[in-house]
Each structure stands twice: as C-alpha cells, then as structure tokens.
C-alpha cells in the first residue's frame, strides 16, 4: 500500500478547503467592489456554505455506506465545480451558488479526510494522521490570507485565486483513482430520533449552547476585520493579507499550546482558561482606535479561542463515547448553524454599531458561554457514568 500517495493527498486536500475557506475575509474589500456590493454584506457569501453544513450527518451516513473514497471523490468534484463557478462568477448571486457546491466539498471532505486515513493507518500511527492533517489546516490558514491578496494585487482577478485550487483539486481527484477503498456499511442509517433524544440530556445540549456563543467572536470579528481597517485606515489588499496573518499566528500559537497541554492541565480546565483569556483580551478592543492595539488583541484572542476550541472539542469527544459519532455529527451541525446565523446577522450588528458592538457582542456572548461552562462539570459527569460507585 502506498502511504506516501495516501498522505499526500489527503494532504493536499486538506490544504486546498482550508485556504478556500480562509480568503473571503481578507478579500472583503475587494469582493465588495467587485461585484458592486455593500462592503458589510460580503459575510453573507458565507451563509450558502454554512448552511449545507446541516448536511454533515447524511454526509457522514454516506461515506460509512458507500466508502469513505467514493465520499472524497464525489465532494472533490462538488468543491472542484464550486471553485470553478466562483473562480469565474461576475455576478454575486453566481460567486454564492459557487460557495454553495465549495461548502458541500468541505464540509464532506473535512469530515472524511482523516476517517479515510485511520481505516489503513495502525492506531498507535493516527496521531502523526492527524498532526499531518492539522500541518496542512495551519498551512492554510497562515498563508491563505498573504496567497489571496497577493493573487488579487497581481491579477486583479477571482480566477486567479480560485483556478490554482481547481488545479489541485483535479490533481488530488486523479490520485485518488490510485488509493484503495474502505469497507463498506450498507446498514448504517440516520436516525433522527436517537438525535433529538440526545439533545433532551443537560450536559449534550448545554455543550452545544457554549458552541453557539463562544463562535460569535470569531465570525463576526474575523469576517468584518478587513472592512473595518479598510474602511477606517486605509490599507490596501496585500496589507490586509499580512495582518490577517500576523492574526493566525495566534491561531497556531493556540493549537500547539493544546496539543502541549491539554493532557497535562486537563481538558475542561484548559478550555475555562483559555476562553477566559479571549473574554480578557477582548475587552481592551473596545476602547481602542490604534490599529496596532487592536490587531495585538485579536492576535491574543486567536491565542486563547483555537487552544480552548482544541481542548473542548476534544472534551466534547468524550461526551458520549458510545454514540461519539452522532454527537460529533451534532456538534459540526450546530457549528454551521452558528456561522449561518452570525452571518445573517452581522451586516445588521455592524451598520447599526460598526465594529465597536461587534466587540462588545462578541464580549457579552464568550460571557455566556462561560458562565455555562463554569456551571456545569463535564469531566466530573464522564467520570461519575463511568464510575457511579464513586458518587
């Protein structure tokens, strides 16, 4: 079996849905421009590809029923099609259709990228699956804001940043023809009942409450940053590019902090701390108007909200280890209702207040989200299933 070929591509696709996904922001300026738009709705670009995030459990149905590579390929060509539409799109009715195929491709192949991998690769050998996978998404998101503005500075142009990602993913739809089938569940089904029965227990439904209002701050403060400190300081495209990425530095300084200590502080423990830190860090922006102050907190923000995000997350896995995968399926839905409903409401939030209340709204949502998390204990619950005698 040829493990090279099969990490290089997963590899790869990874890669490419990561930086797609991590270009509309720092290119809001422009996409504003070019197709004639309100510079705050440029965030509702993002509703069509969230939105189809609700589709995670059927995708997930799909690649344990048919094959996990026939789900790659099958999204490969919705997210090759979507770049394409979008690469060429003159009109933003086009360029949002576009976004729609690209967020079936990734949402699918986010899911299955790893799950593909672990079918062949021995279970002592996942972690390095995973540190690869997590290689190429912090790839992504350092560079994909410098690639983008760059391409656009250059060229002028969206197939100039679409068409290369088009190109990779043609060449990572070959390459797959060469990798090997997983085994097949043809009785595997979605069952919705076993869904709304998990949502009725405390802990499943207020885990996915904190979900809800800790991503506010990212989505909104992320998505109208390049707006603001165009708008408001006058930077041009490839500025922009380079402060979205002094930005992400903070979203690696993050995951390797969690991926560090997260065993070591413990999981809930981690998550409190560092989601403390990002309520800490948010609070000096709103009475800030230096751009340096304010890209310095977003950067500690990034910091604090992708190491917490690790850690939850994976506490979250931990949740229901018998039904992991239908919790999990909750999880990214409830994720991709959060980034559709923020990006409806964003543009509404922003022309009323501009960025100021997106800062002061991102501080009173991470407050709740606390204040759930510090209600309850997770850790303790695990231990008290798993241990009764103890309790």
Request: include cysteine.
């Amino acid at each position: 079996m040829n493990f090279f070929l099969m990490f290089l591509t997963t590899f790869l696709i990874q890669l490419i849905i990561a930086t797609e996904m991590n270009i509309i922001a720092p290119l809001a300026p422009f996409l504003s421009q070019y197709f004639n738009i309100k510079d705050s709705s440029v965030i509702m670009f993002n509703i069509g590809f969230s939105l189809v995030g609700l589709l995670v459990p059927i995708l997930g149905v799909f690649a344990d029923k048919y094959g996990k590579k026939k789900s790659l390929m099958v999204a490969l060509i919705f997210f090759i099609g979507g770049t394409l539409v979008s690469g060429l799109a003159k009109n933003p009715i086009l360029f949002a259709l576009g976004r729609i195929f690209v967020g079936i491709g990734y949402f699918s192949l986010s899911g299955t990228n790893l799950s593909y991998l672990s079918e062949f690769v021995p279970y002592e050998s996942r972690g390095k699956a995973s540190g690869i996978l997590r290689t190429a998404f912090g790839i992504a998101i350092l560079f994909s804001p410098l690639y983008a503005t760059n391409m656009i500075n250059k060229y002028g142009v969206l197939e100039s940043v679409y068409l290369p990602l088009t190109t990779i993913g043609v060449i990572c739809l070959l390459l797959l023809f060469k990798l090997p089938e997983t085994k097949k569940s043809k009785n595997v089904r979605l069952d919705i009942n076993e869904l709304l029965t998990m949502l009725r227990n405390p802990i499943n439904y207020k885990s996915l409450m904190i979900i809800f209002f800790i991503l506010a701050a990212p989505t909104l403060l992320l998505s109208f940053l390049g707006i603001y400190i165009s708008n408001y300081f006058n930077l041009n495209q490839v500025e922009i590019g380079y402060l979205y990425t002094i930005v992400a530095f903070g979203t690696t300084l993050g995951i390797i902090f969690a991926a560090l200590f997260t065993d070591k502080i413990g999981k809930e423990k981690l998550s409190r701390v560092l989601f403390t830190f990002v309520l800490v860090s948010l609070i000096p922006i709103v009475f800030s108007k230096s751009i340096r102050v304010i890209v310095g907190f977003l950067t500690l923000v990034t910091v604090g909200l992708d190491g917490g995000w690790t850690a939850y997350q994976t506490l979250c896995t931990e949740i229901n280890p018998e039904k992991r995968g239908t919790f999990m399926s909750l999880f990214y839905t409830v994720n991709a209702i959060t980034v559709t409903i923020y990006s409806i409401l964003g543009p509404v939030f922003y022309n009323i207040g501009g960025y100021k209340l997106l800062v002061i709204i991102s501080i009173i949502t991470t407050s709740m989200a606390l204040k759930i998390l510090f209600s309850m204990s997770i850790e303790k619950n695990l231990i008290s299933k798993n241990n009764p005698s103890e309790f």
